[in-house]
Every structure is written in C-alpha cells, then in structure tokens.
C-alpha cells in the first residue's frame, strides 16, 4: 500500500492541530491543510487526495457545499469526504447522506473515532499509513542512497529484531556484499528468497555474488532462477539482461539460449528467436522440446512445412511428447 494524502479543511487552528496530531499518531504523514472550503476546493483543482476531512461550519462556503461541488467532479465521486462538527442534527445527518458523505466526525475528536474511519477509508481506497516496519525499510533506503551502508545495516537488523522480513535480508545482502563480504551476503539473500521464493532481485544478486566469489555453476544457478521469475512476470527486459549475463558466465549454455528463444518469440522477434533455438540445438542436438519451440516459431512465420519437420524431430527423440504430437496431427490434417 502506498502513503496517503489527506487534506483537513477546518478555519479552528486549534482543532486543525488536534485532528493533524490524532492522524499523525496513527501513522499518516501526507497532510495538508486549508482555512476555508473555497481554499479546499482551489487545492483540489489542481492536487488529488485520498481522502478530505472537512469542518461543516465555516464561513462563505461550508463544508457540505464544499461535499456537494466535490461530488459533482467525477474525479471525486468515489473519494472518501468527511464531515466533522460538535453537533449532528438528525436534519444535518440526513443532509450530508443524501450529498454522499462517507463518513461523520463529532469534535471533539477522539483517537478511536478517527482510527475507525482511517480503516473505513484504507478498505474503500486500498491506502493506508505506512507500517513500522515500511518507515525503516524506507530509511535504510535511504542511507544505502548517501551511502552510510554501516547505518543502514543497523537498521536494516532492528527490522529483522522485529520480525524477518526478505526485504530486510535482501538489503543485508547488499550491504555485505558491498562491503566485499560476499558469503555473509549470499547467506542473506538465500534467506531473502526462503521467505519469498519468488523474489527475483535476491536470486539475481546472490548469482553476481557467487560470481565474484568465483563460483560459476551457483552464480548461473541463481541468475538463471531469477529469468525465470521475471519471465513468468512479464518482465522481459529484465530476463534479457539477466540471460545475457548468464552467457558472459557460460557461453555454452542450452537453457540460456532455450529461455532467449522462448523470450525472442513472445517479444515477435521470431528470427532472433530461431537464431537463440538454433545456438541452444548445436549443443543439445537431440534435445526433444528445443526443437519442438523452432516448430512453434515456424508456426508464427507460416511455414507448416519447416513446422513439421521440428516437430517430427522431437518425436523422434521423444515419442510420449504430446503436444508435439497434437500439433503435428494438425498440421497434417490441414494439408490434407
């Protein structure tokens, strides 16, 4: 979830200060304040908030018109609008419902109250304040970025005190790894990964880590679980980068080429597709679903007959390949 932006519309300094605090304690740091509806509504022009917390009572403009113009905009149809004032009439209650108001504040304001429409307002809007843990991982960041890396690996291991996180040992790993200590690095990335099989970054940089230390196999090992994970993710630049790395390791990789192949091919680069499937073949020539992947891209550039031969090559090195065989079941019907 991201931070959210919270405009508090009151012209009592006093209850803009109390209500400001209540939001602060509660975790919501983005908050900006006008003196009067009109105000309120020439920031909402140009700025778009999570959510507005608006007095009712105030001169020239009150509150419910301010409710009204917002709920006219269809940027603010759906954007969670309070009211807050000492004194809910039922007339007032009724009002402010027929105008679309989500929610009403009576003042003076309690932090339980106001906690209770936060979580209204997280559930309709998906944003919430950030958590503890979400603050220090931000400050790590941060550190990392002016490059106070002993700092950041204090707070990086408060994080952990608190409760594991992989983003907390993933930017261990960094740090250790920065600072030359690549097996302690490895050691926090392996964890990282443990708690989120599917955190590419951690596996892409627990690969460079094997590298310097001179580790080829694990280094290709690694690297390549995090193409895959970024392949399944659509993140194709990101795998291309990565596979590209492997074959600075390990040239005569098959599963490299296999995966640039399969990569090429969804991009609708089918000749550099076949170029990657032909290089993965002259290593693995009897490998039964690299040339069943040049059937499918002779498939994409029409050429049932090349197709067909592809995918009587892989039968022959695999006769239990299914889809091989449905494919080539069709072809042949269509010829016939």
């Given at each position: 979830?991201?931070?959210?932006?919270?405009?508090?519309?009151?012209?009592?300094?006093?209850?803009?200060?109390?209500?400001g605090?209540?939001?602060?304690?509660?975790?919501?740091?983005?908050?900006?304040?006008?003196?009067?509806?009109?105000?309120?509504?020439?920031?909402?022009?140009?700025?778009?908030?999570?959510?507005?917390?608006?007095?009712?009572?105030?001169?020239e403009?009150?509150?419910?018109?301010l409710?009204?113009?917002?709920?006219?905009?269809?940027?603010?149809?759906?954007?969670?609008?309070?009211?807050t004032?000492?004194?809910?009439?039922?007339?007032?209650?009724?009002?402010?419902?027929?105008?679309?108001?989500?929610?009403?504040?009576?003042?003076?304001?309690?932090?339980?109250?106001?906690?209770?429409?936060?979580?209204?307002?997280?559930?309709?809007?998906?944003?919430?304040?950030?958590?503890?843990?979400?603050?220090?991982?931000?400050?790590?960041?941060?550190?990392?970025?002016?490059?106070?890396?002993?700092?950041a690996?204090?707070?990086?291991?408060?994080?952990?005190?608190?409760?594991?996180?992989a983003?907390?040992?993933?930017?261990?790993?960094?740090?250790?790894?920065?600072?030359?200590?690549?097996?302690?690095?490895?050691?926090?990335?392996r964890?990282?990964?443990?708690?989120n099989?599917?955190?590419?970054?951690?596996?892409?940089?627990?690969?460079?880590?094997?590298?310097?230390?001179?580790?080829?196999?694990?280094?290709?090992?690694?690297?390549?679980?995090?193409?895959?994970?970024?392949?399944?993710?659509e993140?194709?630049?990101?795998?291309?980068?990565?596979?590209?790395?492997?074959?600075?390791?390990?040239?005569?990789?098959?599963?490299?080429?296999?995966?640039?192949?399969?990569?090429?091919?969804?991009?609708?680069?089918?000749?550099?597709?076949?170029?990657?499937?032909?290089?993965?073949?002259?290593?693995?020539?009897?490998?039964?679903?690299?040339?069943?992947?040049?059937?499918?891209?002779?498939?994409?550039?029409?050429?049932?007959?090349?197709?067909?031969?592809?995918?009587k090559?892989?039968?022959?090195?695999?006769?239990?390949?299914?889809?091989?065989?449905?494919?080539?079941?069709?072809?042949?019907?269509?010829?016939?």
């Amino acid at each position: 979830m991201k931070d959210a932006s919270l405009l508090i519309v009151d012209r009592n300094s006093i209850a803009v200060h109390e209500l400001g605090d209540i939001l602060k304690y509660l975790g919501y740091q983005s908050i900006e304040e006008a003196k009067t509806a009109n105000e309120a509504w020439a920031i909402l022009r140009i700025r778009t908030f999570t959510a507005v917390i608006s007095a009712w009572n105030m001169p020239e403009m009150t509150g419910l018109a301010l409710l009204k113009v917002a709920r006219n905009d269809d940027r603010y149809l759906d954007m969670p609008f309070y009211l807050t004032d000492s004194d809910f009439t039922k007339t007032k209650i009724l009002e402010a419902a027929r105008s679309g108001v989500s929610g009403l504040i009576v003042k003076p304001f309690e932090t339980d109250a106001i906690k209770g429409k936060m979580e209204d307002m997280a559930e309709l809007t998906g944003v919430a304040p950030p958590t503890e843990a979400e603050l220090s991982l931000e400050e790590g960041m941060e550190l990392l970025e002016t490059g106070d890396h002993e700092a950041a690996l204090d707070v990086f291991e408060k994080m952990l005190s608190e409760g594991e996180t992989a983003e907390a040992y993933y930017n261990i790993g960094y740090v250790k790894t920065a600072q030359g200590l690549y097996e302690e690095g490895i050691r926090a990335f392996r964890k990282a990964t443990q708690l989120n099989r599917l955190f590419a970054k951690a596996y892409e940089a627990m690969g460079r880590a094997y590298r310097d230390l001179g580790q080829p196999e694990q280094a290709e090992q690694s690297l390549h679980k995090a193409a895959e994970i970024y392949m399944s993710s659509e993140k194709d630049e990101d795998a291309e980068e990565v596979l590209n790395e492997i074959l600075e390791l390990a040239p005569d990789t098959v599963n490299v080429y296999n995966s640039l192949g399969v990569l090429y091919r969804k991009k609708g680069d089918l000749d550099t597709s076949l170029m990657h499937y032909g290089k993965a073949l002259k290593i693995h020539p009897e490998a039964p679903h690299i040339h069943y992947n040049i059937g499918r891209v002779y498939m994409d550039k029409n050429l049932p007959k090349k197709a067909e031969s592809s995918f009587k090559a892989a039968l022959k090195y695999d006769p239990d390949f299914t889809e091989a065989r449905e494919v080539l079941t069709a072809i042949e019907l269509s010829v016939m």
